[in-house]
């Protein structure tokens, strides 16, 4: 449909374009010289419009995916996420990882083309990750909620803070900000203060 609509809208412009190219080929004189200069313009200026717009939403999605890395780096950090901070034997609520954006940056496409796979698959590798993870933190909390043995609560803490899950978001997070500060536009460097706090953890 979309390629429908795409030929729809310019094959009319490009049409009158050429015609007006051939006219003023023949007539030599302003008129069709300045109907090919306005078609062009206008052709021109449809395709600028369309790659400025795709380009500032990929600046927007780089930043909000930095954003979101950054919150969730200070979510894994947590003391939550420490069994040694933990009173002994005491349920408690964990902290979700967020994958907001990435679910978005996933469902628009905007990375889907060939330049950006590395970053599309790291985001394909987090949102699986995110919602492993999460969902191992429903199950511990129901567990420790509902069955409140302190043997078996220090236990499942402990599990959970050498979980796989626990150990590939930490790296997915680290791995997705290097990318996006260092492959990415200029305007996104800014924020590489975060891969060097990422680092230093």
Not at 184 to 197: A, D, H, M, Q, T
Request: charged letters at 25%; one cysteine or more.
């Amino acid at each position: 449909m979309k390629v429908l609509v795409t030929l729809i809208t310019f094959f009319p412009l490009l049409l009158g374009f050429i015609l007006a190219t051939v006219w003023w080929t023949k007539e030599r004189n302003f008129e069709p010289l300045l109907t090919a200069l306005g078609l062009l313009a206008t052709i021109t200026g449809i395709f600028a419009e369309r790659w400025a717009s795709a380009y500032e939403k990929r600046i927007e999605f780089l930043r909000a995916l930095l954003n979101e890395c950054r919150s969730n780096e200070a979510i894994l950090s947590d003391r939550r996420f420490n069994s040694n901070s933990h009173q002994s034997g005491r349920p408690i609520v964990f902290p979700r990882l967020i994958v907001s954006v990435t679910e978005t940056a996933l469902a628009s496409g905007v990375f889907a083309e060939r330049k950006d796979r590395e970053l599309f698959s790291l985001l394909h590798q987090w949102r699986h990750t995110v919602n492993e993870f999460n969902r191992r933190l429903d199950i511990t909390e129901l567990r420790v909620f509902t069955n409140p043995l302190p043997q078996e609560i220090d236990s499942l803490y402990k599990a959970l803070q050498e979980s796989k899950e626990f150990n590939d978001a930490i790296t997915l997070t680290r791995n997705i900000a290097s990318i996006i500060s260092t492959q990415y536009p200029e305007k996104i460097r800014p924020f590489g203060v975060l891969l060097s706090n990422l680092n230093k953890n």
